[in-house]
């Protein structure tokens, strides 16, 4: 009755019908009356090892009850630097350096800005154009909307949108030879 479900019709989440997952084991999820589905968005990209993992969830547990929650904002701590490492080491050439954020859609906003800080910090202050293909999904925050390519998902917030977007066509929509 409070919630609103993303990226859903509101005939959909107003129908007494709507699935309510409860739990979920590997790569599926179980709703209340208990139909079994294949959680192939894996929780929308977040649960790719599976559910039902007791290794992870005491490994949550024990770091929650050491410090549940600490921003980067000027601090680090051992989980954000023990993650970091792994991730340089497993990067390619000398990407050496790890910035995390809470989301996909904020992962391309804080991408488009340090590339924006980036030229900027050079003296390339006329470098303002990205290019993403035509139909394409890169989040939902006003930045990461700009550089989407659905029109549907564009349209309401055209306005507030970021215009320095050159599109291009999918690579199956690209003539061959292009």
Not at 10 to 36: F, I, M, Q
Not at 115 to 144: P, Q
């Amino acid at each position: 009755r409070h919630l609103i479900p993303h990226f859903t019709r509101s005939s959909v989440w107003r129908a007494a019908d709507l699935p309510v997952l409860e739990r979920g084991k590997g790569c599926y999820v179980w709703d209340t009356s208990g139909e079994r589905w294949l959680d192939g968005l894996s929780g929308l990209f977040c649960v790719n090892i599976g559910h039902g993992r007791d290794d992870l969830a005491d490994a949550a547990a024990a770091q929650m009850r050491k410090l549940a929650f600490a921003t980067n904002w000027g601090y680090a701590h051992p989980p954000s630097i023990e993650a970091s490492r792994m991730i340089a080491e497993l990067a390619p050439g000398d990407l050496d350096h790890v910035f995390f954020v809470s989301s996909g859609s904020e992962a391309v906003e804080s991408a488009l800005k340090l590339a924006r800080n980036y030229h900027l910090a050079r003296g390339e202050t006329k470098r303002l154009k990205v290019i993403a293909r035509s139909w394409s999904y890169h989040g939902t925050t006003l930045c990461a909307l700009s550089v989407t390519g659905i029109p549907a998902m564009r349209e309401p917030f055209a306005p507030m949108l970021w215009d320095g977007v050159v599109r291009v066509p999918n690579t199956l929509d690209a003539e061959p030879g292009a």
